[in-house]
Every structure is written in structure tokens, then in C-alpha cells.
DNA sequence: GACCAGGCACATC
DNA sequence: GATGTGCATGGT
């Protein structure tokens, strides 16, 4: 990969960080409810995931063992705020289904193992995608992978660091390239890059003011 | 009322 | 392999 591309990743971090600090990610108390927001927050606002989560919560649903025997319809009823809730619902019983079937529903264990066996087996459940796979892995793991969203996609072709036509193996490589594989590292940066996007990097572009904007970027781009 | 939001699976060409 | 579509709520 191109060193300039790296070091313009390199520098982005930096002047993310410089304006927007340390970013406390994920919202999140627990590895189990990370994991639960991983999957609610799929093409949905985050604050009506917020809601879902808080009525999981009322019901003293953010259990494993409860999350397991919980009917689905229920769950779904439960999650509505989340938007997509019936198939959200399938995607978390099938999440939690998993962790029993692998692990015997203990999440110690799952996050024990080696992280490219636990990718596998997350990216096999019907409903985890890469980006929720890796958001399980570095948020509710630690482990060092990066996670690409559609903010990184955005920030990422708009600066002409790639091709409209990368995908999200493509960019997740551009980083890791880019970066020691620090699981800190990626959150932050990860992290910025959501802030960043939704104050200056929606789909129609904001650049005024924004931490950015000194790189060389192309605002009219359509994404 | 249109557009958007921290995706993913599946159908079709 | 690329492109299109369904899934759904709540904010701007």
C-alpha cells in the first residue's frame, strides 16, 4: 500500500483525536449488551437502539440465559423502537444461539479463543456481517480489528484514500495496514470516525469547520 | 412528505 | 460479480 495513504490515515487519527478527544466507546456495560447493540444498531439511529436496550433492560432481559429462552416474538415486541424488528429479533436468537452451541453460553470462553476461529463463527450466524462480527470482537473482545462502517467508507473515498468500488475487506486492510494492531488504537479511531461523519460526513456533506477539512477532500462526491 | 440512520440476506441478471 | 430489494422505527 501507498506510504502516503498510510500516513494520511496516520494523520487523520491525529487531527480526529485533536479536535474530538478520547470517545469512551462502546456505550455499552457489558460484553453481552455490546453484542445486542451490534445487532440493533444495523442501518438504524443509535438513539432508538438506546430505547430497545432500555426496555431489554426493564424486562431484565440483557441476560445470556434469559436472551435464550425468551420467545422471539416477544423479544421482537421488546426491541420494536430498533426499527427491523422481527428480523432483529431472529439475528439476536440466532447471535445467542451460537454462543451456546460454541461455548456452552459462557462468554469468558468465547472471547478466549483465538479471534480469526471467533470471526468464523460469528460471521457463520444468519444476521452477523462483517461489521457487526468485528464490532463484537474489538468492543465486547478486545480484540485488534478493525471495524468499517458506512462513516469510514464515507471519510475514507471523499479524502481519495479509495476507490468508490472498495468494499469492506479493502478498507478494513487500509487501516490495519496503516496502524499497529492495538484494539485501543482501533477503537478510538473507529470511534472518531463516527463522530466525525455525523456532524460532517453525512450523505450530504458538511465539510465547514470540520476537523478535516485542511486534507485534500471532495465534498460533491455522491455516495 | 422526503430523507436519513453505526447492515445484512436474498433474488435476479 | 454487480446491482436491486425488503426489513421499520423515529428524528430532522
Known amino acids: 500500500m501507498a506510504t502516503y495513504t498510510a500516513d494520511v490515515l496516520r494523520q487523520l487519527y491525529d487531527a480526529l483525536y485533536e479536535r474530538y478527544g478520547a470517545q469512551q466507546w462502546w456505550p455499552a456495560d457489558t460484553p453481552l449488551e455490546v453484542m445486542v447493540g451490534a445487532v440493533l444498531t444495523?442501518?438504524?439511529?443509535?438513539?432508538?437502539?438506546?430505547?430497545?436496550?432500555?426496555?431489554?433492560?426493564?424486562?431484565?432481559?440483557?441476560?445470556?440465559?434469559?436472551?435464550?429462552?425468551?420467545?422471539?416474538?416477544?423479544?421482537?415486541?421488546?426491541?420494536?423502537?430498533?426499527?427491523?424488528?422481527n428480523?432483529?429479533?431472529?439475528?439476536?436468537?440466532?447471535?445467542?444461539?451460537?454462543?451456546?452451541?460454541?461455548?456452552?453460553g459462557d462468554l469468558t470462553a468465547m472471547f478466549a479463543q483465538p479471534m480469526a476461529d471467533l470471526r468464523e463463527a460469528l460471521l457463520s450466524v444468519r444476521g452477523v456481517g462483517p461489521?457487526?462480527?468485528?464490532?463484537?470482537?474489538?468492543?465486547?473482545?478486545?480484540?485488534?480489528?478493525?471495524?468499517?462502517?458506512?462513516?469510514?467508507?464515507r471519510v475514507v473515498v471523499r479524502h481519495g484514500l479509495a476507490d468508490s468500488q472498495a468494499g469492506y475487506d479493502d478498507l478494513k486492510q487500509l487501516f490495519e495496514d496503516a496502524l499497529e494492531?492495538?484494539?485501543?488504537?482501533?477503537?478510538e479511531y473507529h470511534a472518531l470516525l463516527v463522530r466525525v461523519g455525523k456532524q460532517h460526513c453525512r450523505r450530504r456533506a458538511r465539510c465547514d469547520g470540520c476537523p478535516l477539512e485542511r486534507f485534500e477532500h471532495d465534498p460533491e462526491t455522491t455516495l
Open 87 to 104: 428480523v432483529k429479533a431472529r439475528r439476536l436468537k440466532s447471535l445467542i444461539d451460537m454462543v451456546w452451541r460454541h461455548c456452552e
Open 181 to 187: 494492531a492495538d484494539a485501543d488504537l482501533y477503537n
Open 131 to 153: 461489521e457487526t462480527a468485528d464490532s463484537i470482537l474489538l468492543y465486547a473482545g478486545r480484540y485488534p480489528t478493525f471495524v468499517v462502517d458506512a462513516y469510514t467508507y
Open 42 to 85: 444495523q442501518n438504524t439511529n443509535w438513539r432508538n437502539v438506546e430505547r430497545a436496550i432500555h426496555r431489554l433492560r426493564a424486562a431484565d432481559l440483557l441476560d445470556l440465559a434469559a436472551l435464550h429462552t425468551v420467545p422471539t416474538d416477544r423479544l421482537a415486541e421488546l426491541i420494536r423502537p430498533a426499527g427491523y424488528f
